[in-house]
Every structure is written in structure tokens, then in C-alpha cells.
């Protein structure tokens, strides 16, 4: 009698378990290169890389030019997420869908930042940084829709 009512102890903590399992976000990554050429010889490659989970994202995305007047590169890094902190003209952290945490500083010098009035701690936001060949950059933060 005793192994059987340990088999089936065993068998209703498996149960258990796997009923309290999380159901896991869709997740999908997505990297690419292009390189391109223009007419006047400049040379273009534009690489991606994004990682989409559920309906947070986090990607970066860089181009270099290799152009007459020398070499130009950008990047452009995006995050689609939850602020978990945020203090007005100093930082934002904002958490993605696989737990991740994103920080910005806002206050840096050679930056520019735009955040949208009605951003605060539990609110979903795209946030974008895009940085020039100079070290320039502007962050962007808006509020996204409700899903």
C-alpha cells in the first residue's frame, strides 16, 4: 500500500507543478546585415539586431557609410517596455519582456531628451536612442498604446 501512496504523492506534486508552470511569452529574435552601394560609390552596411517578447522589444540597429567625405555611423537602439524607474532629466530604466532591464541616462552632455509628460513608473513606453558619428545623441520616450 505504501509505494503505491508514494506514486501517487509523486505524481500529484508532478501535476501540481506543471499546472503552476508560467506561460512563456512568445519570443522571437531577429538579426540581419544589408550592404548596399550607391551610384556615387558609397558604401552602406546596416546591421540589426532585435529581440521581441510578447509586445516588449529591445533592438539596436547601426549603419556605416563609407561615403568621399569619410566614414559615418549611426546607431539607433530601441526599447518597448515597462519604466521601473524614472527620475525627470536624470535616468529611465525600463524592464522587457524576457526581465531584462534597460538604463538611459537622460543627463548626459552632447544628449538631447524628449520624454512625454505622462510617463511614469508602470507605464509602457518605446523609448529611442539614436547616436551620430559625433557622440551626439537623442533619447525619445512616448507612451505606447494600450494592446
Do not use: W
Not at 503505491?4 to 506543471?18: C, D, P, Q
Amino acid at each position: 500500500m505504501r509505494p503505491i501512496m508514494s506514486l501517487f504523492l509523486l505524481g500529484s506534486v508532478l501535476f501540481a507543478g506543471a499546472a503552476c508552470e508560467k506561460n512563456k511569452e512568445p519570443r522571437t529574435e531577429v538579426k540581419s546585415s544589408v550592404k548596399s552601394t550607391s551610384a556615387d560609390g558609397a558604401k552602406t552596411t546596416t546591421t540589426t539586431e532585435a529581440v521581441r517578447v510578447g509586445s516588449t522589444l529591445a533592438g539596436t540597429t547601426e549603419t556605416t557609410s563609407d561615403t568621399a567625405h569619410g566614414k559615418v555611423k549611426s546607431e539607433t537602439e530601441t526599447v518597448v517596455g515597462t519604466v521601473t524607474t524614472y527620475k525627470p532629466n536624470k535616468e529611465i530604466e525600463i524592464l522587457t519582456g524576457d526581465n531584462t532591464k534597460h538604463d538611459f541616462t537622460l543627463d548626459q552632455k552632447d544628449s538631447r531628451v524628449e520624454v512625454a509628460a505622462e510617463v511614469t513608473v508602470g507605464t509602457k513606453v518605446q523609448l529611442t536612442q539614436e547616436k551620430d558619428s559625433e557622440g551626439r545623441k537623442l533619447i525619445r520616450v512616448v507612451v505606447e498604446p494600450n494592446h
